[in-house]
């Protein structure tokens, strides 16, 4: 089994600024703690990253035959992405919508998502843990 680890804009700064809201651990240090987790879980993972709405419909669209599952962090897209929306309405592979941080605790615009009622379910505010919680949720659900 394959599953695509898809982050959105700004994710790529992670563990640079901000700690106390998104911690200190970078996007690659996330990417190895996966990649070790699905290794015991017997799957792989792809991390992608892209700052624009179109490139994250592109990566939607690029996995739909070839892996089984998507964990998806839109970032600021979360609450404002009706494409985003239709790509994951549009695609078989069960959809998880990931945050580090806890959308519900923050500012109101972050309390609505435009794709969590398209996504198998949401898994916020863990921190970083949450990737690997959603990696084992995917797994979960197709075994
Ligand atoms: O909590 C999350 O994972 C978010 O998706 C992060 C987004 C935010 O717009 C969402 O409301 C919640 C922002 C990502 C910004 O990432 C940074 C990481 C480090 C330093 C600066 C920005």
Redesign the pocket.
């Known amino acids: 089994m394959k599953f695509l680890v898809l982050n959105?804009?700004?994710?790529n700064?992670?563990?640079?600024?901000?700690p106390d809201?998104?911690g200190a651990a970078t996007l690659a240090d996330v990417e190895a703690e996966c990649a070790a987790l699905a290794g015991d879980l017997g799957c792989s993972v792809e991390f992608r990253q892209s700052n624009h709405e179109g490139g994250l419909v592109d990566a939607l669209h690029d996995v739909r035959h070839t892996h089984q599952g998507v964990v998806i962090?839109?970032?600021?897209y979360?609450?404002t992405s009706i494409a985003i929306r239709d790509a994951i309405s549009g695609i078989s592979p069960p959809v998880i919508e990931?945050?580090?941080?806890?959308?519900h605790a923050?500012d109101g615009f972050?309390h609505v998502s435009m794709i969590g009622g398209v996504c198998l379910g949401v898994i916020?505010g863990f921190g970083t843990a949450g990737y690997p919680l959603a990696i084992r949720a995917l797994h979960t659900h197709l075994t």
């Open positions: 959105g804009p700004n994710l700064l992670l563990g640079e600024r901000e809201i998104y962090n839109a970032g600021a979360t609450h990931l945050h580090v941080s806890n959308t923050r972050r916020q």
